[in-house]
């Protein structure tokens, strides 16, 4: 049972623009949601997170917006840069767990 | 390099071998994780172990597989008789362990290939 859903397995921006990327969940017991980046041959690198009690965690470049009644967030990249070029993950869990259910990933290219 | 260290970060073996995966955790940590990666899926749970102890192996196969995290030394993730199924990257994490929200910290990865 897929409990995190990135519908958008890719994405094309050009260089300096806004990259958007989606991310879906069902279980509503989810409070803390992470992105995570990854190159290729590479593990996970910890992006941003943003914890239920929010809906909105800025870090430069990367903003994350979470919708609760919708069971959706969603991660900005602004502007999206070449270096940007990477696999993204969206993960859930609830807080005093530890387990984090991932999303398939979106790969987003950045074009020069 | 403080990070989360696994090797091998290549792993060859033909069906009917053992595999041993290993993962040292960042400095200060306590806490390790196991994920599968299969190809075009996210990253599935496999197993939770603090030291000396296996907290949850739910997302383990039930048969063949087993994890450890002794006192000293790292973690090992230990698959006995791969098949041609067990192929993928298996990817570890580690924690401080706080209450509510804690962040894991991933590994590059072992990428097992089963012939």
């Known amino acids: 049972d897929q409990q995190v859903k990135q519908n958008s397995p890719s994405l094309s921006v050009q260089e300096g623009r806004i990259s958007i990327l989606n991310c879906d969940y069902t279980?509503?017991?989810?409070?803390?949601f992470l992105w995570y980046k990854k190159y290729p041959a590479e593990g996970p690198t910890f992006l941003i997170s943003?914890?239920?009690?929010?809906d909105k965690n800025e870090d430069g470049r990367f903003t994350v917006f979470l919708n609760k009644s919708a069971k959706h967030l969603s991660l900005h990249i602004v502007p999206s840069q070449p270096g940007d070029s990477a696999v993204y993950f969206c993960?859930?869990?609830?807080?005093?767990?530890?387990?984090?259910?991932f999303g398939a990933g979106t790969t987003v290219t950045v074009r020069a | 390099n403080a990070g989360v260290m696994q090797n091998p970060r290549h792993l060859v073996r033909r069906r009917g071998q053992e595999a041993r995966l290993r993962c040292s955790p960042m400095?200060?940590?306590?806490?390790v994780y196991w994920y599968r990666q299969l190809p075009e899926e996210g990253l599935k749970f496999m197993v939770y172990?603090?030291?000396?102890?296996?907290?949850?192996e739910s997302g383990m196969p039930k048969e063949r597989f087993s994890a450890e995290f002794p006192k000293e030394g790292p973690s090992i993730l230990r698959i006995q008789q791969v098949v041609r199924g067990d192929s993928a990257a298996y990817f570890c994490?580690?924690?401080?362990?706080?209450?509510?929200?804690?962040?894991?910290?991933f590994g590059p990865g072992t990428r097992l290939t089963v012939l």
């Open positions: 994490a580690s924690s401080l362990g706080l209450a509510g929200p804690d962040t894991q910290y």
């Open positions: 943003i914890s239920s009690i929010k």
């Open positions: 400095k200060g940590h306590s806490h």
């Open positions: 172990l603090q030291k000396e102890n296996i907290i949850d």
């Open positions: 993960a859930a869990t609830i807080s005093n767990d530890y387990k984090l259910s």
């Open positions: 279980n509503s017991m989810f409070d803390y």
